[in-house]
């Protein structure tokens, strides 16, 4: 929670580390946490569609546990409705949380509610309504001995945002001077751009002579925040604001940064960008420019209501086929399913992991089997990999080794498993020690054919695999014995291969 929002790539590290921690121990609720955040890490990346992803499996996992004061987190996630302006969906999954909320008398979530809520109005631009429950969550996280600064600063800032926009000056400086009053040593990089953000509206409509200081102040200070969502909706604020006073130079700087921000595949967003753009070109452009304009912002409708209309549709469908479900238990136990395959996969590399492999190798059926082989590999110099290119392109990495290992599975024959980190496990049923060695052989090879560069790797210049094998000699399988000896071929097989590139510098006169 400490990381959240303000180091997005190190959320979504241990998020994904927590995940594959929570399906190895089978602990549902460390799992339905992991994947909560990891949506939230796509929320603030503005990845909508992986957000929902994750979102619906936190939220399949809490409602069939009832974990409520983390559903009541999931459900505050109504804001993903609102990033898609979907206001109506948005305000029940926020009635929805304020009632799980109230059940477990978490004050936070109840205040995380009420902000919510009075999001919804204010997108609407019913900024009265829109006060009513900012004021009510301001309210709250005063009662409460405990509570943050940065919830606070947000609070805050919404607050100003809407009194502005009524134009009362006396209702904004008087909560810019509950901002004032925070403790600005504890402020997180987000909160100083709120706080310049306050202090602009403030200055506007006490009629300051020139806003050039704070807007040269602001525009530095929102390329250090990484929550870049957050960055997008103050600063569409704030070009409003300078379009309002007709100031180019600070429109068209703002608008830049804008369109850099934007994702190109949210549309809706884009919607609410081109309408700046419009106003933009209507104060400061040719008719020309300002033609084009209309043109990309009619386009946009257009592919709004051909969007609209496909989701629709596809709910509609989905909404029939549960109607004629004729046995309601057929589709409780697809879920069953679902929730027990989502146990038992791998979230990057979307291959088996160490859950599924330990629940395999003790399966009764395994042990009447008269031929089984496992394997054990790993990937060479991952972590001098990881050093030099970075954890992102690491998971990236694994995530094509992991398509490529999915190739040569075959349902009740081989199965491939992420055991952990760059370590990775097969059993082979009914293989003769032929194919394991060819199947192994071709996997590397591929995995080679990949060419992904690593300089650091005292082997090769690209990403290699190293692989150990052992086959089970006699009926009743041990499991055990066989996991042990294919490590100690992998040992094997990296050492020797360590020799020979030792040897080969050896004879060329290279230095490791």
């Known amino acids: 929670m400490h990381v959240r929002l303000i180091d997005l790539k190190r959320e979504y590290e241990l998020c994904m580390i927590l995940s594959e921690k929570a399906k190895l121990s089978n602990d549902v609720y460390a799992l339905a946490f992991a994947y909560t955040f990891i949506s939230d890490f796509y929320l603030a990346s503005k ?46 999954a926020y009635l929805k949380s304020m009632e799980a909320a109230e059940k477990c008398q978490n004050l936070t979530l109840m205040s995380s509610a009420y902000n919510n809520i009075a999001t919804c109005f204010e997108l609407k631009r019913n900024y009265t309504e829109a006060i009513h429950y900012y004021k009510k969550c301001y309210e709250l996280l005063q009662s409460m001995e405990k509570n943050s600064a940065y919830s606070k600063a947000i609070v805050l800032s919404n607050l100003c945002n809407c009194e502005y926009r009524l134009k009362d000056a006396a209702a904004l400086c008087a909560y810019f001077s509950r901002f004032e009053d925070l403790d600005r040593q504890s402020f997180e990089e987000s909160m100083n751009l709120l706080y310049l953000f306050c202090k602009l509206m403030y200055l506007r409509l006490h009629e300051a002579v020139s806003v050039q200081a704070v807007m040269e102040e602001l525009l530095i200070e929102q390329e250090k925040v990484e929550n870049r969502l957050l960055v997008y909706q103050i600063l569409k604020n704030i070009c409003s604001i300078m379009l309002e006073i007709n100031n180019q130079p600070y429109s068209e700087r703002l608008l830049k940064i804008l369109q850099a921000i934007e994702d190109e595949d949210d549309i809706k967003s884009r919607r609410e960008l081109q309408k700046l753009i419009v106003s933009y070109y209507e104060k400061f452009g040719t008719k020309e420019e300002l033609l084009q304009a209309y043109r990309e912002f009619y386009t946009i409708i257009l592919t709004i209501e051909d969007t609209d209309m496909e989701d629709n549709s596809s709910g509609l469908t989905a909404a029939l086929e549960l109607y004629r479900t004729k046995e309601r238990q057929v589709f409780l136990e697809k879920e069953n399913e679902q929730l027990e395959r989502l146990m038992n996969i791998d979230d990057l590399t979307n291959i088996y992991n160490r859950r599924c492999f330990n629940e395999d190798i003790t399966a009764t059926d395994l042990q009447k089997e008269k031929i089984v082989a496992v394997a054990m590999l790993d990937i060479d110099y991952f972590k001098e990999y990881n050093d030099i290119y970075g954890h992102q392109m690491g998971d990236q990495a694994l995530v094509k080794i992991g398509r490529c290992m999915k190739q040569y599975e075959k349902k009740g024959e081989i199965q491939f498993y992420r055991y952990g980190g760059d370590e990775f496990s097969a059993i082979f049923i009914g ?45 009743p399988v041990d499991m055990t014995v066989l996991i042990r000896q294919a490590d100690e071929q992998l040992y094997q097989h990296k050492k020797l291969r360590r020799q020979r590139c030792k040897h080969a510098d050896a004879v060329t006169g290279n230095v490791q």
């Open 47 to 92: 990845k909508n569609k992986d957000c929902i992803r994750y979102l619906e499996r936190a939220r399949k996992l809490c409602e069939s546990t009832e974990y409520t004061e983390l559903l009541a987190r999931i459900y505050n996630f109504g804001m993903y409705y609102n990033s898609n302006y979907e206001e109506i969906k948005a305000l029940e």
């Open 431 to 475: 293989q003769s020690e032929e194919s394991v060695r060819k199947t192994m052989a071709a996997l590397t090879h591929d995995i080679r054919e990949q060419k992904i560069p690593h300089k650091g790797s005292r082997t090769a210049q690209i990403l290699t695999l190293s692989f150990g094998y052992a086959f089970s000699p006699q009926e």
